[in-house]
């Protein structure tokens, strides 16, 4: 069984930055990737940023220039560094591990940004 631990979430003025970590645990065999989704009240899940094992990353072009995602294969762990953040990045933040067979998910950590 594998597990993610998410951490990192809060409540942050506009403008400011967080970092969310995202740790895997369990019995992992290969990892293909990682990466961060979020989920608005009433909108859909949407991709922010994926990293997969050979360090390649994607982002959504909400974020590009402004979050970075990043990864230690030692620890099973991916990041993300979260600057200059907007109202608009205010949502339910989940980890997604990518193996070659299957698809788990965090349960997710909360980020509002609000004055």
């Known amino acids: 069984q594998v597990q993610l631990v998410e951490s990192g979430g809060g409540l942050v003025q506009p403008g400011g930055s967080l970092r969310l970590s995202c740790a895997a645990s369990?019995?992992?065999?290969?990892?293909?990737?990682m990466g961060w989704y979020r989920q608005a009240p009433g909108k859909q899940r949407e991709l922010v940023a994926t990293?997969?094992?050979?360090?390649?990353?994607n982002y959504a072009d909400s974020v590009k220039g402004r979050f970075t995602i990043s990864r230690d294969n030692a620890k099973n762990t991916v990041y993300l560094q979260m600057d200059s953040l907007k109202p608009e990045d205010t949502a339910g933040y989940y980890c997604?591990?990518?193996?070659?067979?299957?698809?788990?998910w965090g349960q997710g950590t909360q980020v509002t940004v609000s004055s």
């Open positions: 997604k591990l990518q193996t070659p067979t299957r698809i788990y």
């Open positions: 990293i997969n094992r050979g360090g390649s990353t």
């Open positions: 369990g019995s992992i065999s290969s990892i293909y990737a």
